[in-house]
């Protein structure tokens, strides 16, 4: 009796291991959402001769989008300080066309596409107020009537400038000469903004340098408005950003806000946002460089590890996960794929030579992504494939605003440095249109 036991108990393990490791020699099963490929598509938009980055602003948008897909971009050219705007239209076909042109320019403009369908345009001067433009229908000239000049205080002016459009109203953040960031808000219409509110309050210091916070990048959702900005504590000397900072307020009351870090690192090292959007569900997704040391300051602190990290937290949740996605410490864009899935990819060159007399034209660029399925628990490889990649020094990537599109594809653009002339302070720049799309 025992003997019939033993023998059935062994051909039952038996079984049980053959059926495991029949289990463990099968593929694994990928999910029907999973992509593993990012194919870009680039097109040469034009060269500018200017004096500053056409992009300069940093992942505030240069691009508009129509709902049937017509393209508007942003050109940036001339000198300092009073350079010029070129809005072209591009094609399906790619054919270019210039609707509409601004002197008297500072900085880049910013380029919002409203629920009518109807681009408005954000523009800073030196000299002047600052002016929000909406154009009309067929964008083929500027409407008049919903002008607006200033920023809602006395002076007008305003430099590195956010802005963003969630329903009838648009949002504009900005640093005065004080260096204090302030927020004002007004209905698309009309022509006068309301009382900005002092968001974080700037130093001037022309020893250890100054205090701000600066380049606002906006994204809604439900009740509230987001902006993420970089904290400079030694600008105008060594114009190092060393800590990333959200800002959260009513749409109802925007002078109700919050704010808070995100991460920060010790003074001398970079920790500086190139992208913020949130996702379809409500995550709230930040990029950003981390670690690279501009200067030391003596004080022996340890140095965070170098990378493109990606911070991630739930609207309604406090606490943010801090993700260290790709090695390189150069700007990263986000882009939302189907079943809540976050790619991360970037640009950036790669010497062919360590030596550091390399001329200029052997310098060629390499695109690298990563993907998580869990909102950054586990991060997967991405491959990246597409026809004429590379392409000299470039830098700068900039989105389209991410949800005014389809899951898995965005548009954005991005530069490459040609030349430099020293002696008058100008560069030649190559401007470029790319499109992103998880397959």
């Given at each position: 009796m025992k003997s019939t036991i033993k023998y059935v108990i062994l051909c039952s393990l038996i079984c049980c291991v053959s059926f495991e490791y029949a289990l463990?020699?099968?593929?694994e099963k990928?999910?029907?959402?999973?992509s593993d490929t990012l194919l870009v598509s680039i097109e040469e938009i034009d060269t500018l001769h200017t004096w500053a980055s056409p992009l300069w602003g940093h992942h505030l948008p240069k691009l508009g989008i129509t709902k049937s897909g017509t393209q508007y971009v942003a050109k940036y050219s001339g000198s300092y300080p009073n350079s010029n705007i070129d809005i072209v239209q591009r094609s399906s076909e790619g054919t270019l066309k210039t609707k509409l042109h601004f002197n008297n320019a500072y900085q880049p403009s910013i380029l919002l596409m409203d629920s009518e369908d109807r681009m408005n345009v954000i523009q800073n001067s030196q000299t002047a107020p600052m002016m929000h433009f909406r154009t009309d229908s067929k964008i083929e000239s500027i409407d008049v009537d919903t002008v607006a000049i200033g920023n809602g205080l006395p002076d007008g002016r305003g430099w590195y400038v956010g802005a963003g459009i969630s329903g009838n109203k648009i949002f504009l953040s900005y640093v005065t000469l004080s260096y204090d960031l302030f927020l004002t808000w007004k209905n698309i219409g009309d022509s006068i903004w309301s009382t900005p509110v002092v968001i974080?309050?700037?130093s001037i210091d022309?020893?250890?340098?100054?205090h701000s916070w600066t380049r606002p990048k906006f994204d809604f959702y439900g009740e509230h408005g987001y902006f993420v900005v970089n904290e400079v504590s030694d600008g105008s000397v060594k114009n190092t950003y060393n800590a990333v900072v959200l800002v959260t307020f009513l749409l109802s009351d925007p002078s109700q806000f919050k704010t808070e870090y995100i991460d920060k690192v010790p003074?001398?090292?970079?920790?500086?946002?190139?992208?913020?959007?949130?996702?379809?569900?409500?995550?709230?997704v930040c990029t950003y460089n981390k670690g690279g040391q501009i200067y030391n300051t003596g004080k022996n602190e340890k140095p965070p590890e170098p990378g493109t990290y990606v911070a991630i937290r739930k609207h309604s949740k406090k606490k943010w996960d801090l993700h260290r996605v790709l090695d390189s410490p150069t700007e990263g864009c986000v882009l939302y794929g189907k079943n809540n899935s976050i790619c991360v990819f970037q640009i950036h060159p790669k010497r062919e030579s360590t030596s550091k007399n390399i001329p200029v034209d052997l310098v060629n660029a390499y695109w690298s992504a990563a993907i998580t399925y869990d909102n950054g628990i586990h991060w997967e490889n991405v491959v990246v494939k597409g026809s004429g990649l590379e392409y000299i020094a470039?830098?700068?990537?900039?989105l389209s605003k991410q949800n005014a599109f389809s899951l898995n594809r965005t548009f954005g653009l991005f530069q490459d440095l040609l030349s430099t002339n020293e002696e008058r302070k100008m560069r030649f720049y190559r401007l470029y249109w790319f499109r992103a799309e998880l397959q």
């Open positions: 463990g020699a099968l593929p990928k999910s029907k959402y999973n974080h309050p700037g022309p020893v250890i340098g100054n003074q001398g090292y970079t920790a500086f946002t190139t992208d913020f959007s949130i996702s379809p569900d409500g995550m709230l470039p830098s700068h990537l900039q």
